[in-house]
C-alpha cells in the first residue's frame, strides 16, 4: 500500500496570509490527525478527522481548520498567518475504529511565516 | 490529563553497541497504548515499537525491545547492535484508550547519534 502523502512538501508565504495544506491517508484509512512540530513546543496535536467530521480538536486558535472529504483525503487551512505558525505539520492516518489505532506518518509540510 | 517525558534530549552510542532511551509518562487512563517513533532527518515519523498497557510482555520488534513498568509509568526503549541508520530523534508517545478519540500524545523526545 502506499504511504501517507502530503502536498505540498514546502511552503513560503507571509503574514496575514492563509494557507491550505493536503493530506493523502493509506488506502482504507479513514482516520486522519494533524500535528504541528515546531523546535520549541514540540509535536502537538491539532485536530483529528473520521469519516469527514472533526472527532477530536486540540488547543488552537480558530485560525487552523480543516476537514475531510469522502475519499478521506484531508486538508487544514490557516489563516491569518503569523510568524509562530512556521513549522513542520504532519498528518497521520490510520483505521481509526479505535482511539489506540496505530498512526502512520506522513513526510510533511514545512511552513516558512516570513 | 496526560504527559510524557523524555530526560535525555541527547545520547550517543558506538555502532554494534546497545542503547536504551528513557520515556516515563502520567495517565488517569486505565487502559492505554504507548509508542516509540523515529524521526530521521528526512522527518518522516516511523513507528518503531507499540505496548499495549494491559499486557505485562514487554513488545520486541527486531533488535528493538521495550521495558515497560506500569506501576513506574515508565517505558524505555532498548537499541541492540546499534546501527549508522538508527540515527534519528525518537519520539514516546501515549494514546487513551478514549472512545473516537485519536489524540498522541508525544514527549519532547530524544536524539540518538550512532559513532562509527
Known amino acids: 500500500k502506499a504511504g501517507v502523502t502530503q502536498t505540498p512538501r514546502y511552503l513560503i508565504k507571509t503574514r496575514g496570509q492563509q494557507v491550505t495544506l493536503s493530506c493523502s491517508p493509506i488506502?482504507?484509512?479513514?482516520?486522519v490527525s494533524w500535528y504541528q512540530q515546531t523546535p520549541g513546543q514540540g509535536l502537538q496535536f491539532l485536530f483529528e478527522?473520521?469519516?469527514?467530521?472533526?472527532?477530536n480538536k486540540g488547543n488552537f486558535p480558530g485560525r487552523f481548520s480543516g476537514r475531510q472529504f469522502s475519499n478521506s483525503r484531508s486538508e487544514m487551512n490557516v489563516s491569518t498567518l503569523e510568524l509562530g505558525d512556521s513549522a513542520l505539520y504532519l498528518c497521520?492516518?490510520?483505521?481509526?475504529?479505535?482511539?489506540?489505532?496505530?498512526?502512520?506518518f506522513g513526510p510533511g509540510t514545512r511552513l516558512t511565516v516570513l | 490529563a496526560q504527559t510524557v517525558t523524555q530526560s535525555q534530549p541527547e545520547m550517543s552510542v558506538q555502532e554494534a553497541e546497545t542503547v536504551t532511551l528513557s520515556c516515563t509518562y502520567d495517565?488517569?487512563?486505565?487502559?492505554?497504548?504507548l509508542f516509540w517513533y523515529k524521526q530521521p532527518p528526512s522527518r518522516q515519523m516511523i513507528l518503531v515499537i507499540r505496548?499495549?498497557?494491559?499486557?505485562?510482555q514487554n513488545a520486541t520488534e527486531n533488535r528493538f525491545s521495550v521495558n515497560f513498568q506500569k506501576a513506574a509509568k515508565s517505558f524505555s526503549l532498548k537499541i541492540s547492535d546499534s546501527q549508522l541508520g538508527d540515527a534519528a530523534m525518537y519520539f514516546c508517545?501515549?494514546?487513551?484508550?478514549?472512545?473516537?478519540?485519536?489524540?498522541?500524545?508525544f514527549g519532547q523526545g530524544t536524539r540518538l547519534t550512532i559513532n562509527p
Open positions: 497521520a492516518s490510520s483505521d481509526g475504529k479505535q482511539s489506540t489505532d496505530t498512526q502512520y
Open positions: 488506502s482504507g484509512h479513514r482516520s
Open positions: 478527522y473520521f469519516s469527514e467530521t472533526q472527532r
Open positions: 495517565t488517569s487512563e486505565s487502559d492505554y497504548y
Open positions: 505496548q499495549e498497557a494491559y499486557k505485562q
Open positions: 508517545a501515549l494514546v487513551g484508550k478514549i472512545q473516537g478519540a485519536q489524540k498522541l500524545v
